[in-house]
């Protein structure tokens, strides 16, 4: 047993248990800039919609009822409005997927991902309000359904986040030794080997290769293969562990 004084050096168990952050890459940062021009280019649109169903039925006296074709009229551009807020809300979910936010600010993590829900809400609840006030019932109604299904389109539940691609990477590169993965244009799971059974069938005419936030970003896929993983377990388990050099100091 040594007799020497022994010193032990702080800050080594945080850089250990500290995982790496996930950063997308140029590229990715860049379309995913784009996406959300686009969707909020849509979404002030789907707003200019709202504006205008909200500026006719502002005009109408409660007592008398809308003519039909004038309530026709109401409803299309309610139905446009709804078109362009799912529209929008699709682009900024592939954008989030390209550039996801951390989950160490929840705030800015729901905003960002459930950003199309509030737009929703914004886009059809004063119409909705409005109507009522109108006495223009089935409008209000059709509003308020409109409200309900484009929340619902544009809501993400399963938002992604910049610890989930992180956590998702290091295991792949834990298993293989680097970040590459496997998929195929209608699989949900991204796998380790091309050649596994589930996507190299005679079904299969193509199979894309990229890394895991890839294969979430364009596919949105955010499972690994359970075959694949347990085939990379048992192949590493094989591998004998090389020993490590142990080096000492004499004085």
Request: net charge neutral; hydrophobic share 40%; charged share 25%.
């Amino acid at each position: 047993m040594t007799t020497k004084k022994i010193t032990k050096v702080s800050g080594g168990e945080e850089e250990i248990s500290q995982k790496p952050t996930f950063v997308p890459t140029p590229e990715a940062k860049a379309q995913a800039g784009k996406f959300r021009m686009y969707g909020i280019l849509l979404w002030i649109l789907a707003i200019v919609a709202e504006i205008i169903a909200i500026f006719i039925l502002s005009k109408k006296d409660p007592e008398i009822e809308l003519t039909t074709g004038n309530r026709i009229a109401l409803i299309a551009i309610l139905l446009v409005d709804l078109i362009l807020l799912i529209a929008g809300s699709s682009f900024w979910k592939k954008a989030n997927r390209l550039d996801p936010a951390s989950r160490q600010n929840q705030i800015k993590f729901f905003l960002q991902n459930q950003l199309g829900v509030v737009v929703a809400a914004v886009a059809f609840l004063p119409v909705v309000i409005l109507a009522f006030i109108k006495k223009e019932y089935l409008v209000g109604a059709i509003a308020a359904l409109f409200m309900v299904g484009g929340g619902a389109a544009s809501a993400d539940y399963n938002p992604p986040s910049q610890e989930e691609y992180s956590e998702q990477t290091s295991r792949v590169e834990e298993l293989t030794g680097s970040n590459s993965v496997f998929w195929t244009k209608s699989g949900t799971k991204y796998h380790i080997y091309e050649d596994c059974p589930h996507i190299n069938t005679k079904r299969t005419d193509e199979i894309f290769s990229g890394t895991v936030a890839q294969a979430r970003a364009l596919k949105n896929i955010t499972e690994l293969c359970k075959t694949c993983e347990s085939k990379a377990e048992k192949q590493k388990s094989l591998i004998p562990e090389t020993p490590s050099e142990e080096t000492s100091n004499e004085e």
